[in-house]
């Protein structure tokens, strides 16, 4: 809410020296924070003054232009009261007027200074200025005349145009609706700033009573609608311009000017918070009928637009059918004109709720609809209609016409009962409960009793419904700044849970080996998925969907981390940093297609079976880890050749975890996208798969601007620390020597490693301590299909030296179960 | 060679004679110590005191001596040798000790080198600085609630006090998920985390929970639909205004310094009644001329979220008796918090995914 500073002390009083920055430093403590302090003045320093056009000699150019070489008048303001000289190029002017001259010294907004100088043959000292040059608009026709009776030449210019008027405008909560209008803040001034007196209510007023004269109105729906005010003037001239103050004001508070009737709706409405709407009434046919709208029912509003209501939309009707969106927008047929000789005022109270709901419904956002859909205070409906009608005669020449309409009352305030000691234990401040009913009553409210008081909110304080409410009211005016600072005392915690440490330590390790996190947004398209080129079936493709997405491409929530990881990858290798390795932990979204997730009642905690129920009907949404490796995993230099990262390094990474979390993960092939068909490693843990691994397809590198060959993996993070070993048991090795054996194994190629050296461990028995496959040879010398594996076998015995020959005896049995198993031949 | 002499003769041995054995030994001794290196002192060895050299020749000789010159010969030729093994033992430690030193000068490599071989990984700065905050809790005796971020708009809105027509649902602009008859949205703030805590554990009740929040904010400098808020709860016996105080005090201390304290302004959420804005007071000006400040643009004080006393209504809507407990609620954003102690003025590097930003920040803040 923008409110010029002049208005706010049309209605109340502060101390004399009070500052601006004061007012509005009490007024950000106690709840309306202040966002700025504008005056239009704020960049202009130096002599502005009236000046009086003495001559002016018209002096046509070789460019084409024609100047004007006048002598203005400027009092004693340029120190000898002879007429000052000044070359001007506009020519809506003429001997005679009063204009705004700057002197030399002077300086206008964005740091324009002037100065005496020589131009067109003439020494021009000082400039006549245009709404333009002074930063008040954007006026093209000239220079700015002043009205005859602006002042006398000399005289300080500033107060005729306002430029030293300040605006505050301060950042209004929801809850303080009232604060929309002049009238709230003046009031908060009042119990804001020490020594405010003097509150001038502008909606308190003495108001015509209602009679049966005046325009006829049907409430239908009197929830929707308490109060229906109307009243009406005649004779009014469309033609007379809105008065400058008022303008000045509009604009101030950040409302365009528009003609003097809707303009006095608006002032209105900033002064008192209540809107109002102005139909042209020679347009209106018959009674007005408020009721809600019927299916099917259309309205074109003001703003042009053809809407399809809604039975929950309020309508104001006449006999030619709807012709206003009750509170929100006026219709297009009722508008007031450039014509409109006789204005129906409504001043009437909406119900907040449906205010709000058709304001969503039709995406309208008004000033009056901003105010309607917070709570306005219903009791003043007949003052505000009587303020409009005051300003359209004042200024609009119009006659007010015999008859108030007044239809329904104001709802009753309800009671509430508040603990006398609740603010004080509350805020955890010695408040007395004298303080707290000084507080209240400042605020506006009735407070009897003692002990519990029965507090009755003011009309204009709808948010005032529990009593804890009552407690913010009596703090705040006590002063949130005196809260003291103590500290509680919570009872011993239990610190981080197991999976908490856990996804701690899984990013240190990934960190460790090089990995850089990164954080994605978790939104997924059609084409991302493609670009995985994951088949039509596959699960990932079943994304929860966001209705209201920031862009189509990206509309729903991703059920795998690896659009982002390489996203992000792309973009780094883009940025000319081709080795780039990251990970990212994220949950994704696993629609479970489970139903609704039921709206509970709110004046009771749910029972165990509907919180349970609310969370099955949620997506699951494990905790997954994703890295991507491009370019080379160590760089070559001095001490030799860079080692381009290989699908090895993704299932590394995913090992890097899992050692980390005490588990052991298995690989077996798998053919998955994102991933090369052949190079693409299906992750399992005691059995269970977890994820996967491996080289990225050529299409998808190439998809998301990565380098051939760069690697990936994802795995379900939740599933791997919830198999986490805890408690480690100590390990029984023994200080026997151990005795070493190598084997060489010739088996198929399609042989998965992994098998052979099962069939090792398993063929070797107890006394086999570890194995290590250290050489991978294809060539010649094993023959076409068939590759070689070298195995080093270690032996030991947990109790004794082996004896001669009984670990060769050991390996003997372990080629011989892989060659049963898996066809391998011992090569020579 | 002579044969060994029985009959006590006294015969001459010219070897065995003293001033050949003395002259033998000084050959050997001057010969080591003109072995120059450890192959010279090797054939010095061999020489003279090898089985083929004059000493070793002439120990032979000792039996052809009479009986009662033996002793006296073999003494001789004993002593000879011993020096001369001394001397070698000593050459030869000389030897190596000059031969290890050329070639430790010999393997000197050039340190400052780049040793640069492995990658450097690093954390999220918004993992390390969630994490900081957490154990700064954590530390106080919190624990760290969690919850999921696709939610039930109950838990989001209606169980903290936010009806279906509340006017402060526009003010967080929601992403929605289809079907809309689920009623499932992307949490707002983390505070359904704060009610299903509620909802699950009894008083005294004393978390925090960090945690991606979203928001249909156009992606900008300053905003972004998904970002980071850590909200705090507590539900206990007596709990006041004044022990909210005190722990953001604490917090902002922790945070951003000794003596660093908060303020507290009126302001409106559903959650909780009466409610604040927080501001904190600046860290780098701390209020003292605080007009050319960057960091809080002149104000003194820097804006860093919300709280309040939980609302009774959501005391009772989460399962706790209001007559009973009462409690404080506070949330301020992660990422918000970072980019003014860290001094980030665009938020954008925070969801790039540009290692340059992220490794900056290495893996602790
Ligand atoms: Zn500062």
């Keep these: 809410m923008k409110a010029p500073l002049s208005w706010i002390l049309d209605h109340i009083d502060v101390p004399a020296g009070t500052t601006t920055e004061h007012i509005t430093d009490r007024l950000t403590l106690t709840g309306l924070k202040l966002e700025a302090i504008e005056s239009p003045g704020r960049d202009i320093t130096g002599p502005l003054v009236i000046g009086r056009v003495l001559t002016m000699e018209a002096e046509p150019q070789k460019n084409g232009k024609t100047i004007n070489w006048c002598t203005v008048d400027v009092g004693d303001a340029n120190g000898t009261g002879e007429p000052q000289g000044i070359v001007c190029g506009a020519h809506n002017f003429k001997p005679g007027d009063l204009v705004v001259t700057v002197l030399p010294g002077g300086v206008l907004p964005g740091g324009f200074e002037i100065g005496a100088r020589k131009t067109y043959g003439h020494l021009s000292a000082g400039m006549i200025c245009s709404s333009r040059e002074l930063g008040l608009g954007d006026d093209h026709d000239g220079i700015i005349v002043l009205p005859a009776d602006a002042g006398t030449p000399g005289q300080d210019v500033r107060p005729v145009l306002g430029l030293d008027e300040e605006t505050i405008e301060l950042e209004i909560n929801p809850d303080r609706a009232y604060a929309l209008s002049i009238r709230g803040i003046a009031r908060e001034v009042l119990v804001s700033v020490e020594g405010a007196s003097g509150f001038r209510d502008p909606a308190l007023r003495d108001t015509p009573p209602a009679d049966d004269l005046g325009h006829p109105v049907v409430v239908e729906d009197a929830e929707g609608c308490p109060v229906f005010v109307a009243r009406r003037v005649s004779g009014f001239d469309p033609s007379a311009p809105t008065p400058d103050f008022m303008v000045r004001r509009i604009t101030a508070a950040g409302m365009r000017p528009i003609s003097l009737a809707v303009d006095v709706t608006n002032y209105v409405m900033l002064e008192t918070g209540r809107p109002i709407h102005g139909y042209d009434a020679d347009k209106v046919r018959g009674a007005l009928v408020v009721r809600r709208a019927r299916d099917g029912e259309r309205l074109t509003t003001l703003d042009g637009t053809e809407r399809r209501l809604d039975p929950g939309d309020l309508v104001v009707c006449d006999d030619s059918g709807i012709i206003g969106l009750g509170g929100v927008m006026g219709g297009e047929t009722t508008e007031i004109s450039g014509s409109t000789t006789s204005v129906l005022v409504e001043a009437a109270h909406w119900d907040a709720v449906s205010m709000y709901r058709t304001g969503r419904r039709h995406k309208i956002t008004s000033e009056a609809g901003k105010r309607n859909e917070r709570g306005v205070d219903p009791t003043i409906c007949e003052a505000a209609a009587d303020r409009v009608v005051e300003l359209l005669v004042e200024h609009g020449g119009a006659t007010a016409e015999p008859g108030v309409t007044v239809v329904g009352t104001p709802p009753a305030q309800p009671v509430v009962e508040v603990a006398g000691d609740l603010a004080a234990r509350v805020s955890g401040m010695p408040i007395t409960e004298e303080r707290s009913v000084e507080c209240l009553r400042a605020v506006g409210c009735e407070v009897t009793g003692s002990g519990t008081l029965s507090v009755t909110p003011p009309p204009w304080r709808p948010d005032l419904t529990d009593a804890q409410d009552f407690s913010e009211e009596v703090i705040r005016l006590v002063g949130y700044d005196r809260v003291p600072s103590v500290l509680p005392t919570p009872p011993s915690g239990r610190g981080l849970t197991r999976a908490q440490q856990l996804r701690r330590r899984v990013g240190r390790t990934l960190a460790g080996e090089g990995f850089v996190e990164v954080v994605s947004f978790p939104f997924v398209g059609a084409s991302d998925l493609d670009a995985l080129g994951l088949p039509a079936d596959d699960p990932r493709r079943d994304v929860l969907e966001l209705t209201n997405p920031l862009s189509a491409e990206a509309g729903s929530m991703t059920t795998t981390l690896l659009p982002g990881v390489l996203r992000a990858a792309g973009k780094n290798v883009g940025h000319g940093n081709a080795d780039v390795a990251l990970f990212e932990t994220g949950t994704v979204t696993l629609p479970r297609h489970a139903g609704p997730a039921a709206i509970l009642p709110v004046d009771r905690r749910p029972t165990a079976e509907e919180l349970a129920a609310l969370d099955a009907a949620l997506p699951a949404q494990p905790l997954h880890l994703a890295v991507v490796a491009a370019g080379d995993a160590s760089s070559g230099g001095w001490w030799g050749e860079a080692r381009p990262v290989s699908w090895a390094d993704a299932v590394e990474a995913v090992r890097s975890v899992t050692d980390a979390l005490g588990l052991d993960v298995t690989a077996a092939a798998a053919e998955v996208a994102p991933w090369h068909p052949g190079r693409c490693a299906e992750l399992s843990v005691d059995g269970e798969v977890v994820g996967h691994a491996g080289e990225l397809h050529p299409t998808v590198c190439q998809a998301f601007g990565l380098p051939k060959r760069s690697v990936a993996a994802e795995v379900d993070l939740d599933l791997l620390i919830s198999r986490a070993v805890h408690l480690r048991q100590a390990p029984a090795f023994s200080s026997y020597p151990v005795a070493k054996e190598d084997v060489a194994l010739v088996v198929d190629a399609a042989v998965p490693a992994a098998d052979v050296e099962a069939a090792l461990r398993e063929g070797a028995g107890e006394l086999l301590e570890s194995i290590r496959l250290f050489d991978v040879y294809t060539g010649d010398q094993v023959g076409e299909g068939k590759k070689s594996l070298a195995y080093a076998l270690r032996f030991r015995a947990p109790d004794r030296t082996l004896k001669e020959g009984e670990a060769a005896t050991a390996r003997d049995a372990a080629v011989a179960l892989a060659a049963q198993q898996t066809g391998a031949v011992q090569r020579a | ?365």
């Design chain 2, 1 to 365: 060679m002579s044969g060994p002499n029985t009959d006590y003769d006294p015969v001459e041995v010219t070897p065995l004679k003293a001033d050949q054995v003395e002259a033998m030994r000084e050959a050997a001794l001057a010969a080591i110590a003109d072995a120059a290196d450890l192959d010279a002192l090797k054939q010095v060895r061999l020489d003279h005191n090898g089985d083929r050299s004059p000493l070793a020749l002439a120990n032979r000789e000792i039996g052809a001596l009479p009986p009662q010159a033996r002793k006296e010969a073999g003494q001789r030729v004993g002593q000879a040798r011993g020096a001369i093994n001394q001397a070698l033992a000593a050459r030869q430690a000389v030897l190596e000790a000059e031969h290890e030193q050329r070639m430790l000068a010999e393997e000197t490599v050039d340190v400052s080198l780049p040793t640069t071989r492995r990658r450097r990984g690093s954390r999220h700065p918004l993992t390390l600085q969630s994490e900081l905050i957490a154990d700064l809790f954590v530390a106080m005796g919190y624990e760290v609630a969690e919850g999921p971020v696709v939610e039930a708009e109950w838990l989001n809105f209606d169980a903290l006090n936010l009806g279906p027509d509340h006017p402060a649902r526009t003010m967080q602009d929601t992403f929605w998920t289809e079907p809309a008859e689920d009623h499932v949205v992307l949490r707002t703030q983390t505070s359904p985390v704060q009610a299903r805590t509620m909802l699950t554990r009894k008083p005294p009740i004393y978390v925090v929970c960090p945690g991606r929040v979203f928001r249909t904010d156009e992606y900008d400098a300053t905003h972004s639909p998904m970002f980071h808020q850590v909200e705090g709860l507590v539900v206990d016996e007596g709990i006041t205004m004044a022990h909210l105080k005190g722990t953001l005090d604490h917090f902002a201390s922790q945070l951003f310094g000794d003596g660093i304290t908060t303020r507290f302004r009126p302001s409106y959420f559903p959650f909780t009644e009466p409610s604040a804005e927080v501001d904190v007071r600046c860290f780098v000006c701390r209020g003292v001329d605080s007009a050319s400040c960057r960091t809080c643009r002149g104000e003194g004080w820097i804006e860093w979220g919300g709280c309040g006393v939980v609302n009774p209504r959501v005391l009772i809507a989460c399962g706790v008796d209001p007559e009973v407990y009462s409690g404080f609620a506070f949330g301020m954003g992660i990422d918000r918090s970072f980019m003014f102690r860290h001094g980030l003025e665009d938020l954008r590097p925070l969801f790039e995914g540009d290692v340059r930003f992220s490794s900056a920040f290495g893996t602790e803040i």
